[in-house]
């Protein structure tokens, strides 16, 4: 993993965009903390998601999952279809995703993708979805 914030280059660019773009409608009434997330496809699509919150705080969804269960609906999404996932947070340093996020990184993208943190600084960390969830819990795992 990546320890020291860079600006995004290449494709990274655009994808870290879009998850800033998405970040713009997050329903955030009551963390005020607006999380975007956007994932690439191999055919270059992008899709994306928002933090939605509710009342009943448990029933809000993360940006990360939203944008993943979208593509999942629209594209069928399964391991391997993804090159890359981008999450951008308001925080000083590239946010990092909460754990339920990481296992559904792990379940529909897939261990081996690419994640790109990133900041309010523009600044981004490269990592994968197997450097942020060691040992993921996995299909063999229910045999
Ligand atoms: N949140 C995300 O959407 N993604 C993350 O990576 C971290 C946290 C959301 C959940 C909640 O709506 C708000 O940020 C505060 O935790």
Not at 21 to 36: D, I
Request: hydrophobic share 40%; aromatic share 6%; glycine share 6%.
């Amino acid at each position: 993993m990546e320890t020291v914030r860079r600006p995004a280059e290449g494709r990274e660019i655009e994808l870290v965009r879009a998850a800033k773009e998405a970040a713009c409608k997050a329903r955030c009434t009551y963390s005020h903390f607006p999380v975007g997330a956007a994932i690439m496809l191999d055919d270059g699509r992008i899709v994306s998601g928002f933090n939605c919150e509710s009342p009943a705080f448990t029933c809000g969804i993360c940006a990360e999952r939203m944008a993943i269960y979208t593509a999942v609906n629209e594209f069928d999404l399964h391991p391997h279809d993804a090159i890359l996932i981008a999450v951008w947070g308001r925080t000083e340093d590239p946010i990092s995703p909460c754990g339920l996020c990481r296992q559904v990184m792990w379940d529909i993208l897939g261990p081996e993708t690419p994640v790109i943190l990133s900041d309010c600084n523009d600044m981004v960390l490269r990592t994968t979805v197997r450097e942020l969830l060691p040992l993921g819990f996995k299909d063999e795992d229910l045999a």
